[in-house]
C-alpha cells in the first residue's frame, strides 16, 4: 500500500474494529456470567415464593393427598415472570400437580433440589428445584435457556449495531483528518513541483509541524549542497576557461610575431615559445581534466589492492624527465587497498611540483602507519614562504619563485585527491631548505 | 615609445615584449606587482599594459596605486576576465582601454598607441611638422609625401620630438625612451640618430638646444 492516507486508515479502522470485537467479546462473556447470576437468583427466588404460597394455600392446587386429578394450571400474579418462567409443581411420589400457563407437560429436571439443566421437548431449560416435604410437593421453576441467551445476545446486539453504524462516520472523520494532517506535506511537494530545475532556494520553514520540519529541513541542505556543487562546477568551469585564455594568448602573440619578424633569431625564438607553450597548455588542460575528474561528485573510489613500491615508481617514471632521477625508498611489501588513480592524481602533481621548485635531489619515501600509508615527497628547492603555507594547495595559487611551467593547480589537485581518499596532505619547509609534501593515506590492509 | 607591460604568464610575457617591440615600442616587461611598483616609481612610461592576476597580487592594486599618485599614465587591462562586469570594474578603477585575452597583437599595440596619444593629449593619430608626417601605426614617415626610410631607433627618436613640438626633448629622457632595461645605450647612440634624422630630413629640422636636448626647429623665417 503506497498511500499513507491509506495505510493509516487501514491501521485505525482495523485497530477500532479490533478493539471493538475484544470488548464485545468481553462484555457478552462477562453480561452472560451476569445474566446467569441474576437469573439463577429469580428462579430461587420464584421457587421459593411458589413453595411460600403453597404453604400459604395461596394457590390452589391438587395436594397429592387429593389423588390422581388433573394438574392444575395456576397463575402467578406477578407478569414479568409469567412469559419467561416455566414453574411446575410435582407431588413427591412423581405426579404433576401444578404448572403454570406455559410451562410444558413433561418434568422439567430430575434433580430433586437445586439448579440443573435438562432438555425439555428440544428446549434447554435452567431449573432450580425446591422439596416442600411438609406439603409432600416439589417446586421447580424453570428457565427457557434460548431466552436467556436471547437477553445476552440482545446486549451484544446493542452493542454491536452502534459500532457498526458509527465505524463508517469514523472512517470519514479519520479520513477527513489524516488528509487535513498531510496537507503540509501536500503543500511542500506543490510548491516543489512547480518549481523550475533552477531554482533551488530554501522551503521556508517557519511553523513547520514537528514531523515534517526533518524532511524540510534535510531537502533544504540537500538544496544548498546541490548549489553549491553547482557554483563549484560553474566557477570551476569559469576557472578553466580563465586558465587556458592565457597561454592561448602567448600562443597568438608568440604566432603573430613569428609572423611579423624578419630577424631569424626573433622568429625561432618565438617558435620555440610556442613549441614549449603547447606543452605547457597540454599539461594544464590534463591537469583541468584531473581536477574535473576528482570533483566529478558521481565518482566512488575505486579500491585495489596495490603494492605501493611498484606504484610509486611507475608515477615517478611517467612523471620525470630522463635526466632527473628520484630517490625512491620503502618495503617491496608496503600494500593496501586503495584507489589507484586517486593516488596516482595526487603523487605526480606532488613530483611535478618538486621537480619543478628544485635543481637538487628529489626524494620519495614510503612508510606504513597504523592508519594506512605514507608517501613523503621532499626535494631541495627554496621551500615554501612561511605565509603562503597555507594558501599554497589553493586553486590557482602561484608562490612568487614560481616555475615557469606552473600552473597553480597541482598541489590543488594533490590536495583534493588525497582528501577524496579521506587522507591529508601537509606541506611542511625542511631545514636547512627544501619542502616535504606528506601523504597520509588511510588504507584497508587485507 | 618606452611602455611597460606587467604580465605574469612568462610565454605571453616574452610574446608581448617581442611584438610589441615590432610594432615600435620599447618594452619594460615585468611579472610582478612587486616589481611593476619598482618600475613605475623609478621610470615614466607612455603607457602601461597591466594584467589583472598577478602572483603577489591584483593588476587592480597597481592600478589604484598609480591613479592614488595622481599618475595618469595611459593603462590597457589585459585579462582573461573580459565580463562586462570585470571590464566596468576596471574602467571604474581607472584603467584607459581594457583588452580580453586572447588578442590580436596589432589591435593591442593599436590600443596601446591610442591610449598613449590620448594621454599626450593627441587627437591625431598622426603627427605633423613642416611637411613631415609621422603614422606611429605605420611606423611610416613621409616628408612632401615622399616615405623616407628610417630605423627603429630614428623612428623612436622623431616620434619622441614630434610628440611635443616646440619643447625641448633631453638626451636622457630620448635615451629612456629608446632603451629598455636589458639594452645597452652606448653614449652617443642619440647624437648618432639625431645625426642620421638630420641627414634624411634636413639639417634644420631638429635644432640642438645646448645643454638640454633637441627640439624641432620652428618655421625657418
Known sequence: MRSIRSRLLTILIASTGLVWLLAVAWIYVSTQAEVERVLDARLTEAARMVNSLLAERRIEIALPDVGDLPATEFQIEDPSYERQLSCQIWSLDGRLVGRSEHAP?????????????????????????????????????????????????????????????????????IWVSVRRGMSPLVRMAESLSSRSATDLRPLPDENLPEEIAPAVHALNGLFRRVEDAREREKSFTAFAA?????PLAGLKTQAQVALASQDGEVHENALRQIAAGVDRTSRLVRQLLDLAAIEATDRTPELQEARLL???????????????????EGSEDASGRLDPVLVTLAL?????NAICHSDGQVSVSIGETSAGIEIVVEDEGPG??????????????????????????GLSIAKEAVARMGGTLILRNREPRGLSAILSIPTLTE | ????????????????????????????AVATCEDAFAALETHSYRAVVLDLMLPDGSGLDVLQSLRRRRDATPVVLLTARDQVEDRIAGLDAGADDYVGKPFDLDELAARVRAAARRGAGHASAVLEWRGVVLDPAGQTVNAEGKPIALTR????????????????????????TLYGWQEEVESNAVEVHIHNLRTKLGTSFIKTVRGLGYRLAEEQA
Open chain 1, 242 to 246: 580563465h586558465e587556458l585564455k592565457t
Open chain 1, 105 to 173: 407437560g413433561d418434568r422439567l429436571t430430575d434433580a430433586d433440589n437445586g439448579f440443573s439443566e435438562s432438555v425439555v421437548d428440544g428446549e434447554t431449560w435452567r431449573v432450580y428445584a425446591i422439596e416442600n416435604v411438609a406439603l409432600g410437593v416439589r417446586v421447580m421453576v424453570g428457565d427457557s435457556m434460548a431466552v436467556r441467551n436471547r437477553l445476552v445476545g440482545d446486549v451484544v446486539k446493542g452493542l454491536a449495531i452502534p459500532a457498526a453504524l458509527i465505524l463508517p462516520f469514523l472512517t470519514g472523520v
Open chain 1, 384 to 409: 615554501i614562504p612561511v605565509d603562503d603555507l597555507p594558501r599554497a594547495s589553493d586553486r590557482f595559487f602561484r608562490g612568487r619563485t614560481k616555475c615557469s611551467s606552473g600552473s597553480g593547480l
Open chain 2, 1 to 28: 615609445m618606452r611602455i611597460l607591460v606587467i604580465e605574469d604568464d612568462p610565454m605571453l610575457l616574452d610574446g608581448l615584449s617581442a611584438g610589441l617591440g615590432l610594432a615600435g615600442f620599447t618594452v619594460d
Open chain 1, 348 to 352: 605526480r602533481n606532488i613530483l611535478e
Open chain 2, 153 to 176: 631607433r630614428e623612428f623612436g627618436v622623431l616620434r619622441a620630438l614630434m610628440e611635443r613640438p616646440g619643447a625641448t626633448v633631453s638626451k636622457a629622457v630620448l635615451e629612456e
Open chain 1, 310 to 328: 611498484e606504484l610509486v615508481r611507475r608515477v615517478a617514471a611517467e612523471t620525470l624527465s630522463a635526466e632527473r632521477r628520484v630517490r625512491i
